[in-house]
């Protein structure tokens, strides 16, 4: 089995269904589906019945859990592709034929440690927007620092999870973050990108909760893996870094810039100079 993919629900059937529909309509029939259902009352487990006979290899289960990771990690034990996708309730497949290609795209760059493609947005008033994320360039920590590898149009090497261990379950939100940082930044593993819309991504479930608790979650990791002086740094800087790269897409907004840095810097080296003259004499 060369691909598992794992969907996590909670008392989200209708949800459930779109998720497992796209899974089953994929021209590519011989993957393995893990559904894991978190011990749900709204009919969900009626939904996984249902569409059980259009699946090739199922395997579910119904039962309480200890959260969104403890249910990730369920799905990972009992997965037995050599790649792992994770595609949660509500989240769709962008098309039928997406994981077909998306095998044999793997095929095609050696099968790296982790391919990834384009995750498609999608809000609740309609409105669509294609997230290429880091695009093929490389991934560095302040790229990390300032966001994410997507977790959706992602496969995953199943022995990575061996080698880094599973999602950090104490997490409520950040746990796949965290995961990355250690396999790409700490493990130094290098993603293979593909321009291929491969999911769509349901954004009505984002809040500001969500981005408050995601803000403070990321400050406990990024002091648990990293030095203090490290985070420190981040900290302060990554956010000019940022608006510096921002800029650069704009060279006549750059050159302004960098001719204004250039008038203060002289300005402070005269001043500098000056202050050094009268205090030696």
């Known amino acids: 089995m060369i691909l598992s993919i794992i969907t996590i629900n909670r008392n989200n059937a209708a949800g459930l269904e779109k998720t497992m529909r796209s899974v089953a309509a994929q021209t590519f029939k011989e993957l ?110 302040l790229g990390m620092y300032t966001g994410t590898l997507n977790h959706d149009p992602a496969y995953i090497r199943r022995d990575l999870f061996e080698k880094y261990g599973c999602y950090d379950e104490s997490l409520k939100i950040v746990s796949d973050w965290k995961w990355y940082l250690q396999a790409l930044i700490l493990g130094d593993e290098k993603p293979q990108y593909v321009d291929m819309d491969v999911t769509l991504f349901d954004m009505t479930g984002i809040s500001e909760t969500n981005k408050e608790l995601d803000k403070k979650e990321r400050e406990m990791v990024l002091e648990q893996l990293f030095p203090k002086a490290v985070v420190g740094d981040y900290e302060r800087f990554a956010f000019p870094i940022s608006q510096i790269k921002r800029l650069q897409r704009h060279p006549w907004a750059y050159k302004l810039m960098w001719f204004v840095e250039r008038c203060l810097f002289k300005m402070e080296k005269r001043k500098n100079r000056k202050t050094a003259i009268v205090r030696y004499e």
């Open 32 to 141: 393995e589906y893990i559904v894991i259902d978190g011990a749900s009352t709204d009919g969900s487990v009626e939904v996984i019945k249902s569409l059980e006979s259009e699946f090739a290899h199922l395997k579910w289960v119904s039962e309480p859990d200890a959260g969104i990771y403890n249910a990730m990690n369920k799905g990972l034990r009992m997965a037995s592709g050599d790649y792992i996708q994770i595609l949660n309730s509500a989240d769709c497949l962008a098309a039928p034929e997406v994981t077909e290609r998306m095998l044999e795209e793997l095929e095609k760059q050696g099968y790296p440690s982790i391919l990834y493609g384009n995750m498609v947005k999608c809000f609740s008033d309609g409105r669509k927007m294609v997230d290429k994320c880091f695009a093929g360039q490389e991934i560095t920590m």
